[in-house]
């Protein structure tokens, strides 16, 4: 049975045997999708978790400096937002520490690898 066959007997109310059968087999389809789409990690999620390790190791390699999100920025090679997502998680996870810093006279956020 095609999946059009499938839905022209639902709306006609003709619930047989094989209706049944194409039902159980779409609803195994989706569940089969569904749980792949539970174990994949989207193409956001990867591209997160580089910046994250980027940003860790540029800290690491830094100990007992604070640098403000422009900084990091500037030495890593991203965006400044893509900076501060990542060393707001960071900073989440207990990987690094914020605080604030003088900087010309302002005050500005910045971030140093916990030790």
């Keep these: 049975m095609t999946t059009r066959e499938f839905y022209t007997a639902v709306i006609e109310g003709k619930v047989t045997d094989e209706v049944v059968a194409k039902a159980s087999e779409l609803i195994a389809a989706l569940d089969a999708r569904n749980e792949k789409r539970k174990s994949t990690e989207s193409k956001e999620k990867r591209e997160s978790a580089a910046r ?55 005050t500005k956020v910045g971030y140093s690898v916990t030790e």
């Design 52 to 106: 994250r390790a980027q940003v860790l190791d540029f800290l690491s390699a830094h100990v007992g400096e604070v640098f403000t999100r422009d900084a990091i920025a500037a030495e890593v090679g991203l965006a400044p937002s893509q900076v501060t997502g990542a060393c707001t998680m960071l900073a989440k996870d207990g990987a690094i520490v914020k605080s604030n810093v003088k900087v010309d006279k302002a």
